[in-house]
Every structure is written in structure tokens, then in C-alpha cells.
């Protein structure tokens, strides 16, 4: 029992961080990453920026903001307005974004942080939509109006020659990571540090340099995981060793699969990478500038370094002094003050902080499109900051890579998908797997209710379209699937004995129904052009965004609760043996 | 003078629709200590709605238009209160222990959901109710150019109608008592043997109700819509609501009026004061308003300051 209690927070290993940060380095780099993904990546990765700083005011310190666009805005026009009338190279008006919209946060915060909860969320919404409608008016007149301003300047500097930015931010995590060094380890790291120098600056020498970035990022990502791996070298090392050979095979097939596109990409690319023509010499190392030009892969490492630094930072601040005050502040107010926090101070210093790394986030904006319009930083890009942060968990630095990618990039790419793709060729086969494969995990002990309620499932997804051929049917399948989902997890509980016969008589008629039809994928190809998936993109969002909701109240990755906090102690879950049995029965 | 009249009147017309949709805001935050992002939404499928039987189902009885319009507005409000008693069921009700944040969600995906329905049946579009609907009714004249229309009269007098209804409603019956009682405490109501659940599905019929009339008044008056209508004019009613202090339906009323006021006397005077673009103003006034009024008064104007629980 004295095992009982003990603290939830364990050292971490940084193990997934790392296995993602190299394959965050190396994605560009994939065969399925074209021009308009690597540019989503860029906008998805701004947005994540801007997740992570609307979560110091809504995650750590508890506060409604809804008007977050207008700091994002005010950034990027400070941006876009020092570098077209002052020349100002864009990067370096960084320090000056921050102290802008830090500032316009804490002058625009101070009157109203005595308001409770939802009048200031409405009071935010407010901000937003004034800054939005002062900009389109051209107030102070150097905003552009509603056009917006075009020509903000791209980032310049001159970095080493070949490839440089990965190489750079992997010798960043190495030494991040070392310094949190406990035990053994180290010699692999380094070695791997070591391995990827190598990679980069001896082997052009010999060799052809064009497959060379390949070889050099698999040996860098392979080297720094195995390093991890032997570092945290617990008792379910075995788990992590097996996830981690998995991201490296994945990475190698990557690699391998992807290396005729990969160097005939750079082939292309280099021209376009750097001004090949007008290098400079530094200590006898050949420096080449960075072209930041219609080639995203720059502004991908120049944002994927912001993010890990902001991380890192945020991790930081959420363990700091003012980093409890804020967990403090958010779960008991009243109790706070009594500590003798300044709950007032903590607020606008929590809104100052976020703010003002908006503007950070604004600035890789202006920089990355050059044309910053007031559309950009409207209502609904609130809208969707806000959700970021609370669908992938408030508080939480995974919840917002995930929110991200839920309330960002999905929806991009749905853009060019129709639903199609679910009941086409081997589309349907997949999704009943995969409904199947849900279930019986959930049902263990349950077998034959857990098949009928998947065939039921399945029944409501292909229904629809089936039956009528109307092409917007698709989506009621789909949605009608998730409700069956949800419809069945909450009967379940109520009519658990007559919903098998139920889903039977579905399963039944689905099955009729398809033999009648002939294949499972029915050939879709004419219906498709009347229908976009486009137009309903947003309900669809709405809808997910609702359901989400219903079944992970708390987000899908919720904030690690700190502090003590009781563990199960396991019973030992050995029978009784027999004998003993036998003895009572006697 | 005249001008001021004149523009007072448009103002409490304006005024009058806004106090109809807060309206609704200010019940659902009543019982729920809610924000239903959803109920602009469902104004404006008020509008959708009405504007799709006076097309095709009420098309042939235009000539009665008094009547054909009083019958559709009577069926959009059951099928708009039907439509938020059900969203009440779907989005709401699972989240009602689930914190402050979910709710939020909840209520914005529902706003995305209902908007995407009525751009898709719009075609996004700019849809106009028929030509001449209750153009032809009675004006009132005052004195010199200042005067009401009829069609002014009539909303006026509807919305007149709709607030001391509703708030007789509320004072003097025993479910107005058992909302109210709602409001200040589910538990201590539920002890009383009040049917909590009931109360707020009725609440949700009534607000969105009120929506969907609204709507179908909006439509009327200014002749034509499209989808975004709920956002916008939404998002002011739901200031109109604070303004007054949330949750208090005179107050609603109040914050309505004043919203609408200020909004016609800044087109109308703000060229005169140095606005250059004075309706391009017009959407800041509500946000500005807003915040002079809650750094003033941080419930609104009659909002009751509660005492915190230690």
C-alpha cells in the first residue's frame, strides 16, 4: 500500500518527440509531399503556432479568447507594413511584432480582465471584430483596406551550402536533448551527431550528391532514435524499441520507395533552393543564400524551428512558478487569491504572452504569402484557434499538433477528395475491416453482439447510396454511420438484449441487398460530378466538432493532470487456488 | 428634428428585431449559463424557411398576404423550435457536466453544421422574399415627412406583443415560475419537483421559436437574405442581450432598442460628425457599445451582480 500514492509525473524519455521531430524534419522530403502539401504543411504548421499561443491563455490560465485573430493581424501587418514602407528585413521585425501585439493584448485586456467568463469571451469576440473592421476601413490609413497589403518581403539569410536547415535543427535537438541527460546513452547520440556531419560535409566529396540528403537524413533519424532507445533503457524498452524500429522501417520504406522522385525532385530543386550563382565565402566554407521563393521547404524548416522552440518553451513556462500560478488561477480563483497570487497580473500576463507570440505567428505569415488582408484574421479563424485548443485537448501540447491537423488540414485536404473513395474498389472492404476490427477490440467478451452491431454500422454507411445512387448520399452515410456508432454505444446500456436482433435484421438486409447489387464497389464515376464535398466541408466540420465533443468531453488528448494523485494498486489476479476452494465446499 | 424622428423610428423597428432574437440568447442563458452560438443559425433558417413556403407552398395565397404571412411565420416557429428542442437534445444535453469549454464547441459546430445546410440549399446566394409582400398596408402619418409604414406597424406591434407576451409569460404562470426557478439552481428546482429536463426543452422551443419569427420578419421587411445572416446579425442580438445584462429579459428588450438606435443614428449622423464611410461603421458600433457598457457596468445595464459562492 505504500506504493499507493505516488507522483503521476514521471520523467519523460522525450522519446515520441524526438521520433517526430525527425520525421517532421524528413517530410518534405516524402514521396507524397507535392508543392501544395509541402505549402499546407507551412500554413498547418503557422496555425500550430497559433494553437500553442492561444493555449497559454485558454489552456494554462483557464480564459476565454475568441478574438485571437486580431493579435495574429496585428502581427502580420506590422510585418507587412515595416517591410514595404521601411525596408526592414521581415525576420527582424519579430521583436517588434512581439512588443506590438503583446502591448495593443495587455492595453486591450487591462479594462475588462475583472469580467467573469462569458462576458469576456464576448467582450474578445468584440476586440476581434473591431480590429477587423478597423482594418478593412483603412483607419490610420497604411492598412490597405479591404485589399489588404501586397509585397511584404520574404525572409533572407545566409545559411551553409547543401541542405542545411535539417543538419541544423537536428544538431538543436541533439543538444537539447543532451542536456537533459541522465544516465548512458550519450555515446550513440553523439555518434549519431557525428554520423550526420559526415553525411553532410565529407561524403559530397566522393560521392554524387544528389541521393545524398536521403542517405544522410535516414542515418541521422536512425542514429538519434537508437540513441533514445538504449537512454531509456526501462522495463518496457521492449514497446519503444518496437514502435521505434517501426517509425525508422517506415522512414527507410519512405525513403527507399520515394528515392527516384526524391532525387529527381532535387534535381529541379536545387535552382530553385538557393541562389546557386552568387555564393559567398566565409573562412573558406562556401555559404550560398537561402532562397525563400516559391519553394516552400524553406519556410518549412523556418517554421518547423519556431515550433520547437515554442515547445520548448511552452514546456518550460507550464512548469515555471508562473506556469502554477496560472494552474492555480484556472482551478480555483478564490483559493488563488487567498495563496496571495495577483490573479489580475497572472491574467494579463498570460494574454500578453499569447498575444504577443501571435504576432510571432502573424509574422511567418506575412512573410510566407507577402499579401496580408483583413479576411485572414476574421471571426472564424478565432473560431478555429479556439477549437484547435479545445478539441485536441485544453492545456495539452499534443492536443494541439492533433487540433491542428483536425480543424486545419483535414479539411484542406478533403478539399480535393469527394467520399467516393470510401465506397470505390477496395474502399469498402477496408472500412468493414476496420468497423469490424473497432468492434471486436471493444467487445472481447461479446463476440456475436459485437459482429451484428459492425454489420449494423456497415448497413447505415452503405445504405444510403446503395439504395438511391444519389451522390450527396455518400455523406449520409457516413453520417449515418457515426450516428448508428454513437446510437448503439448509448443503447447499449438500456437494450442491450434487443438490439443484436435488431442489427441482424440490418445485417441481413445489407447482405441481400449487395448480392442483389452485384460488387461491392459500385462503379461511382458518373454520379461524382454533381456533388462537391466542398460545399458541406464546414458541416461536416460542425458536425465532427459536435460529436467530438459528445464522446471526449475534455479533448482527445487532455492535459496531463499534476501533482499526487492516487494510483489503483493492482490486485493480484491469481484464482484462488482450488485446494482452498475444495476446503470451504466440505 | 424631423430627421431624428424619423431615424428613431427606423431605429426601434431595427431595435425591435434584435430585442426578438436576444430574446432567445438571454432564456438559453438563463436556465444553462449557456452561449448558443447555435441560435443565430436558427434565426436565419427562420428567414430560409420562411422564404421557402412563400416561394413554392404559399406561393397561390400571396394575395392574402396578410394571412399567408401570419401562417408561415406560425409554421416556421414549430419547426424552428423543434429544430432547437432537438439540438438541445443532440449537442447540449450530453455536455451539461462537462465543463465550460465542450458546450462552446458543441454549440459552434452545431452554427457550422446549420450554416453549411442553408448555403447548400441557398446555392449561397442572395434569395429575396416575393415582391410587394405587405407593401400595401396603411401608413401612419405623423407630422411632415416624419412617419411610420405599415409594414412598420405591424413588426412593431409584433414585437411589442412577443416581449409582454413572453415576459407575462414568465412572470405569471407556474412554468414561467419553474423556469425562473430553473435558472437559479437546477438542483434545489429539481428538489422542488420541477421537471429540469422539461423546463429546458421548453426553453429551447420558445427561444429558437421566437428565432424562426423573427426571422420571418426580418425577411419581410428588408426584402432579401443569404446564408451568413445568421453570423452577423446573430452575434449583434446576442450583444443586444449582454448590453442589457444576460439571462433578464427586459433587459434583452432594452439592449435591443439601444443596439438598434445607435446603429441608425451612426449612419445617419456620422458623415455630419467626420465618419466618411459611416455604414461601414455600422457593424463596430454593437462591439464598441459593448465594451464601453461592461467596463461600466461588467453584468450590463440591468444585470444583477452576483455575489461569488466562497
Redesign the interface.
Known amino acids: 500500500m505504500d506504493q499507493a500514492l505516488k507522483y503521476v509525473r514521471r520523467p519523460s524519455s522525450h522519446l515520441w518527440e524526438i521520433g517526430l521531430l525527425a520525421l517532421a524534419l524528413a517530410l518534405p522530403y516524402m514521396s507524397f509531399m507535392d508543392r501544395s502539401r509541402t505549402s499546407l504543411a507551412v500554413f498547418a504548421g503557422i496555425y500550430v503556432m497559433l494553437g500553442l499561443s492561444l493555449n497559454v491563455i485558454?489552456g494554462y490560465a483557464g480564459l476565454f479568447q475568441l478574438g485571437h485573430a486580431a493579435f495574429f493581424g496585428l502581427g502580420a501587418y506590422t510585418a507587412a507594413i515595416l517591410s514595404i514602407d521601411y525596408g526592414i528585413t521581415i525576420l527582424a521585425t519579430i521583436p517588434i511584432a512581439i512588443l506590438v501585439a503583446g502591448g495593443a493584448a495587455v492595453l486591450v485586456t487591462k479594462?475588462?480582465l475583472?469580467?467573469?467568463?462569458?462576458?469576456l469571451?464576448?467582450?474578445t469576440?468584440?476586440?476581434g471584430?473591431?480590429f477587423r473592421?478597423?482594418v478593412?476601413?483603412n483607419v490610420f490609413g497604411i492598412t490597405g483596406g479591404s485589399n489588404g497589403l501586397f509585397g511584404a518581403g520574404r525572409p533572407e539569410f545566409p545559411l551553409p551550402w547543401l541542405e542545411p536547415v535539417p543538419a541544423i535543427m537536428l544538431a538543436i535537438i541533439l543538444a537539447l536533448h543532451l542536456l537533459g541527460t541522465r544516465k548512458s546513452g550519450p555515446v550513440l547520440q553523439w555518434g549519431g551527431a557525428a554520423v550526420i556531419a559526415t553525411a553532410y560535409y565529407l561524403l559530397p566529396l566522393g560521392l554524387d550528391r544528389k541521393p545524398l540528403f536521403v542517405v544522410s537524413m535516414a542515418m541521422g533519424a536512425v542514429a538519434v532514435i537508437a540513441g533514445a532507445v538504449l537512454r531509456s533503457n526501462r522495463a518496457s524498452a521492449r514497446v519503444q524499441m518496437i514502435v521505434l524500429v517501426g517509425i525508422v522501417l517506415a522512414f527507410a520504406l519512405g525513403t527507399v520507395l520515394g528515392a527516384e522522385t526524391i532525387t529527381g525532385e532535387i534535381a529541379y530543386s536545387m535552382d530553385e533552393y538557393f541562389n546557386v550563382d552568387d555564393p559567398t565565402t566565409i573562412l573558406g566554407v562556401e555559404f550560398t543564400p537561402v532562397a525563400f521563393k516559391r519553394d516552400a521547404r524553406p519556410y518549412y524548416y523556418l517554421v518547423l524551428g519556431f515550433i520547437v522552440l515554442t515547445v520548448v518553451g511552452m514546456r518550460r513556462l507550464q512548469n515555471s512558478r508562473l506556469g502554477r500560478a496560472w494552474l492555480y488561477v484556472r482551478e480555483d480563483q478564490?483559493a488563488a487569491e487567498a495563496m496571495g497570487i495577483d490573479t489580475t497580473q497572472i491574467k494579463l500576463i498570460a494574454f500578453a504572452i499569447g498575444s504577443a507570440w501571435a504576432g510571432v505567428a502573424g509574422v511567418l505569415y506575412a512573410s510566407r504569402f507577402t499579401v496580408v488582408a483583413p479576411e485572414s484574421f476574421n471571426?472564424l479563424q478565432s473560431?478555429i484557434m479556439?477549437?484547435i485548443v479545445?478539441?485536441g485537448g485544453?492545456g495539452s501540447i499534443p492536443g494541439v499538433l492533433v487540433g491542428t491537423l483536425g480543424m486545419v488540414v483535414l479539411p484542406e485536404l478533403l478539399r480535393d477528395a469527394a467520399p467516393t473513395f470510401m465506397y470505390e474498389g477496395a474502399g469498402p472492404v477496408v472500412i468493414l475491416a476496420l468497423i469490424l476490427g473497432f468492434y471486436l477490440y471493444h467487445a472481447q467478451d461479446r463476440l456475436p453482439a459485437a459482429v451484428l452491431e459492425s454489420a449494423a454500422i456497415a448497413a447505415a454507411f452503405f445504405l444510403p447510396p446503395l439504395l438511391l445512387g444519389e451522390p450527396a448520399l455518400y455523406v449520409v452515410g457516413i453520417l449515418m454511420a457515426l450516428v448508428m456508432l454513437i446510437a448503439i454505444a448509448r443503447l447499449r446500456r438500456r437494450t442491450a438484449r434487443y438490439l443484436p436482433w435488431v442489427a441482424g435484421a440490418l445485417a441481413v438486409y445489407t447482405i441481400v441487398l449487395l448480392a442483389a447489387g452485384g460488387s461491392l464497389g459500385p462503379d461511382l464515376s458518373d454520379g461524382v460530378s454533381g456533388f462537391r464535398i466542398m460545399?458541406?466541408?464546414?458541416?461536416?466540420?460542425?458536425?465532427?466538432?459536435?460529436l467530438?465533443?459528445?464522446l471526449r468531453?475534455?479533448g482527445l488528448i487532455p492535459e496531463r493532470r499534476r501533482g499526487i494523485a492516487p494510483v489503483t494498486v493492482e490486485q493480484p489476479s491469481e484464482p484462488i487456488p482450488t485446494a482452498a476452494r475444495q476446503q470451504t465446499t466440505v | 428634428m424631423e430627421t431624428f424622428l424619423q431615424q428613431l423610428i427606423n431605429g426601434l423597428t431595427i431595435g425591435g428585431f434584435y430585442a426578438v432574437v436576444a430574446l432567445g440568447y438571454t432564456m438559453v442563458y438563463g436556465v444553462l449559463k449557456l452561449i448558443n452560438f447555435a441560435h443565430g443559425d436558427m434565426f436565419m433558417w427562420g428567414t430560409l424557411a420562411g422564404w421557402g413556403l412563400l416561394t413554392t407552398v404559399f406561393a397561390g395565397l400571396l394575395d392574402l398576404d396578410l394571412i399567408a404571412v401570419l401562417i408561415v411565420a406560425i409554421v416556421v416557429m414549430a419547426f424552428i423550435g423543434l429544430l432547437g428542442m432537438t439540438i438541445e437534445r443532440v449537442a447540449y444535453r450530453p455536455l451539461r457536466s462537462a465543463g465550460r469549454l465542450s458546450p462552446i464547441i458543441s454549440a459552434l459546430g452545431a452554427a457550422f453544421a446549420l450554416q453549411a445546410v442553408a448555403r447548400n440549399v441557398s446555392e449561397a446566394r442572395w434569395r429575396t422574399y416575393p415582391e410587394g409582400l405587405l407593401k400595401e398596408m396603411p401608413d401612419l402619418h405623423l407630422s411632415g415627412t416624419v412617419g411610420l409604414s405599415g409594414l412598420q406597424i405591424l413588426m412593431l406591434g409584433v414585437c411589442a406583443a412577443v416581449m409582454i407576451g413572453l415576459y407575462l409569460f414568465v412572470q405569471r404562470t407556474r412554468i414561467g415560475t419553474a423556469m425562473r426557478a430553473v435558472s437559479l439552481d437546477h438542483n434545489v428546482s429539481r428538489l422542488m419537483g420541477i421537471n429540469v429536463d422539461r423546463i429546458i426543452s421548453l426553453v429551447f422551443f420558445i427561444g429558437p421559436a421566437l428565432g424562426g419569427l423573427a426571422g420571418v420578419m426580418i425577411g419581410t421587411y428588408y426584402g432579401s437574405f443569404n446564408f451568413t445572416l445568421g453570423w452577423v446579425f446573430g452575434l449583434k442580438a446576442f450583444i443586444a442581450a449582454i448590453l442589457g445584462g444576460i439571462g433578464n429579459i427586459p433587459g434583452a428588450v432594452l439592449g435591443g432598442f439601444i443596439l438598434g438606435i445607435s446603429e441608425t443614428m451612426v449612419v445617419a449622423y456620422g458623415p455630419d460628425l467626420g465618419l466618411v464611410d459611416a455604414s461601414a461603421w455600422k457593424d463596430a458600433i454593437a462591439y464598441v457599445l459593448l465594451i464601453a457598457i461592461l467596463i461600466t457596468r461588467p453584468t450590463g445595464i440591468l444585470g444583477e451582480t452576483v455575489a461569488e459562492k466562497v
Open positions: 485558454v479594462p475588462i475583472h469580467l467573469r467568463g462569458d462576458y469571451c464576448i467582450v469576440i468584440a476586440f471584430e473591431i473592421i478597423a478593412t476601413n478564490l471571426f473560431v479556439f477549437s479545445v478539441l485544453s460545399d458541406w466541408r464546414d458541416g461536416l466540420m460542425g458536425v465532427a466538432m459536435v467530438m465533443m459528445m468531453p475534455a
